[in-house]
């Protein structure tokens, strides 16, 4: 049996066609943006302005005290205000840098360009260390963590796949800027010291495949066309569809280092202009949605004003950052655009159909990490510590295949989750 065609996967329906093809619609904000001060799991941050500052496009605004270095900067020109607390993505309050804006958009250099061709491996990391630069693609961990370590590694893979339905972010980026895809691909493969570097995309996408393969002419980066399955973004399943190879923990242990396609987009025009992470494209779709878009925001832009702005109404519906698999579904729409957020899925209110287990097997046959989500949920109602830990519920990355091939129609994801905080819970403790 092949493990593309049948199990470890599903072809799930991708409505994309309703936002891959239309404009992007930019949005500014009518007062305020409000930037997380969140980097990962640190929210320990030094402040670097202060109250009543002018603060323009391109301003550094704070910088982590412990942990690794990420620096913010900021995304709009204007006043800033101060602290607030209020909801963040991540499903928990958060610190967030108020910024009246001016709505001149003045910018400046956030720090000096740098030439990628003429410069050393060590001049590129750096650069990327302070340029604050994070995985675009949804996980926002820091961008030259990866390449600290570049003993063994032969190999980048560009993940331009966007495997989510309805999500058209990625592709909207690499059509539009298929140049520094490539730029952006040849910095990764100098960083690590690289033989090869691969942009995989999607077998059903044959046209940015071919402007890709244009951009890349004359250059030593390949395109890779994978399978239209789900999850063939998770970088684990691309690792062994694309390098035929497995690992542990992490895919340097193949090798291989995976960054996000507008990650490496991002990099590739701060090294050429100098400038900071101060928009995201974000799509706005799902089936509660009459007119999907993509909307171009500054980063800590508020999800409510981007509703008001384009007339969405999200009464009565499950409002999702993220795509509708791995997505989390927000209480409200209070909380703002972050950096590494990419869509909100709008999708119709909750239906408790759901059945007792009917013991199919089909959430363990499809999963892509080899788990048994039926006895991690298990362990979860009998409050079994020591055997969701033993079913390896920290492998679980939350791609939602499980729930959604469950015939009993159960939130499988949901009961891995719970196990995955009540172990952190203990580890904490």
């Not at 010291?193 to 402007?211: E, F, G």
């Not at 569809?241 to 960054?259: F, Q, R, W």
Request: overall charge neutral; proline content about 5%; hydrophobic content about 40%.
């Amino acid at each position: 049996m092949s493990l593309f065609l049948g199990k470890m996967c599903e072809r799930i329906p991708g409505h994309k066609s309703a936002t891959d093809h239309e404009s992007i619609l930019d949005i500014m904000p009518t007062k305020e943006v409000y930037i997380p001060l969140v980097a990962g799991n640190n929210t320990n941050f030094e402040i670097l302005v202060n109250e009543g500052d002018q603060v323009y496009i391109g301003t550094k605004l704070a910088q982590t005290k412990t942990g690794f270095n990420v620096p913010i900067y900021s995304s709009v020109s204007g006043t800033y205000t101060g602290q607030t607390k209020r909801m963040h993505s991540s499903l928990r309050p958060q610190n967030h840098m108020v910024i009246q804006v001016d709505h001149k958009q003045t910018a400046i250099q956030a720090f000096e360009p740098i030439q990628y061709e003429n410069a050393s491996a060590e001049e590129l990391l750096e650069f990327t260390k302070n340029s604050g630069l994070v995985g675009l693609g949804g996980a926002g961990f820091p961008t030259y963590v990866k390449y600290l370590k570049p003993e063994g590694i032969h190999t980048i893979l560009i993940n331009a796949v966007e495997c989510e339905p309805y999500i058209t972010a990625d592709y909207k980026l690499v059509m539009n800027d298929p140049k520094h895809l490539i730029d952006g691909a040849k910095i990764m493969k100098k960083m690590a010291n690289a033989q090869h570097a691969y942009i995989c995309i999607k077998k059903n996408h044959p046209d940015m495949i071919d402007i890709v393969k244009q951009a890349a002419q004359g250059s030593d980066i390949e395109v890779k066309e994978v399978p239209n399955v789900y999850p063939m973004g998770w970088e684990r399943v691309l690792v062994r569809e694309v390098m035929k190879k497995e690992y542990d923990k992490l895919p340097s242990e193949a090798g291989v280092i995976v960054n996000n396609a507008g990650t490496a987009i991002e990099l590739a025009r701060m090294m050429e202009y100098g400038e900071a992470i101060a928009n995201k494209i974000v799509t706005v779709s799902g089936e509660a949605v009459k007119r999907p878009i993509n909307v171009r925001v500054p980063v800590g832009m508020p999800v409510k004003e981007i509703f008001e702005q384009t007339g969405f109404n999200t009464d009565s519906v499950r409002l999702m950052a993220g795509g509708p698999m791995m997505g989390k579904v927000i209480p409200n729409d209070m909380f703002v655009i972050d950096r590494a957020m990419n869509a909100l899925t709008i999708l119709p209110g909750t239906v408790d159909d759901a059945i007792a287990c009917l013991r199919c097997g089909s959430c363990s046959d499809h999963c892509p990490a080899g788990l048994q989500p039926v006895r991690i949920a298990n362990a979860v109602k009998e409050g079994n510590l020591e055997e969701m830990e033993r079913r390896q519920a920290m492998s679980c990355i939350e791609c939602g295949l499980c729930t959604y091939i469950c015939p009993s129609h159960i939130e499988v994801t949901e009961n891995v989750r719970k196990a995955k905080r009540a172990l952190a819970l203990q580890k904490k403790k």
